[in-house]
């Protein structure tokens, strides 16, 4: 038997280290030789697998997107009404991508978008998709009466994808909390959307639903 192909594994164990570097040392510093150095290869042996540091950067851009989506899409999916999910949706993308350090590599290379087509497709993208949820949840409050919006649902949409995008940098700075950019980010939602965004722990989330069904349906059960 031929010796398996390790293409794919060993592709994925140099966009870790890329993303270790990046994380470390910044846009700036993940060089060949640096991705080379923590993956525990020669730069010529990277090149095997990548064509250049561009095609790394796009695919570790792509790879986070992706990531930071799908988390996204979970935090919606275990809401049940169209204000938990909205507030989901924004919790979500404020900081579902800093314990994985997705939101640091997609802010560290979205400069690279000013002049490399495809990463400015990989950012065109993450934002249209991001958006795209923001637009179904808004337009589900409408159609059941929840949401009274003041802009269009796309438009709306895009603005806070906007505003999300400006203040997770405030985040990563340090100049302000997760905390804080949560609250104020809900508060402009809550304006825009002409409703009250409900909070983590008022029993609107599907698990919480089901600990209080049961916990009602015990409590019948010893009153028997």
Not at 202 to 224: V, W
């Amino acid at each position: 038997m031929g010796r398996p192909n390790r293409q794919t594994e060993r592709r994925a164990e140099i966009l870790a280290a890329a993303k270790s570097v990046a994380v470390r040392d910044g846009a700036a510093g993940t060089t060949l030789r640096a991705i080379a150095a923590q993956a525990g290869m020669e730069p010529p042996a990277v090149l095997y697998y990548f064509g250049g540091l561009t095609e790394i950067f796009r695919e570790l851009v792509f790879a986070s997107s992706d990531a930071f989506i799908e988390h996204i899409e979970a935090a919606v999916d275990r809401a049940e009404s169209p204000e938990a999910r909205l507030r989901a949706a924004i919790v979500a993308g404020t900081t579902g991508g800093l314990e994985s350090n997705d939101s640091r590599i997609l802010y560290e290379f979205w400069p690279a978008a000013l002049r490399d087509s495809g990463m400015n497709d990989a950012d065109r993208v993450l934002d249209q998709r991001e958006v795209a949820i923001y637009e179904r949840i808004i337009r589900d409050g409408i159609d059941s009466g929840a949401f009274r919006p003041v802009l269009d649902a796309n438009a709306l949409a895009w603005a806070l994808v906007a505003l999300e995008d400006g203040l997770v940098m405030d985040i990563l700075t340090g100049t302000k909390a997760p905390r804080e950019v949560i609250s104020l980010i809900c508060s402009v939602a809550e304006h825009l959307v002409g409703a009250k965004l409900e909070h983590e722990g008022h029993g609107h989330s599907r698990p919480a639903r089901k600990r209080q069904e049961k916990a009602a349906a015990a409590g019948e059960t010893q009153r028997a």
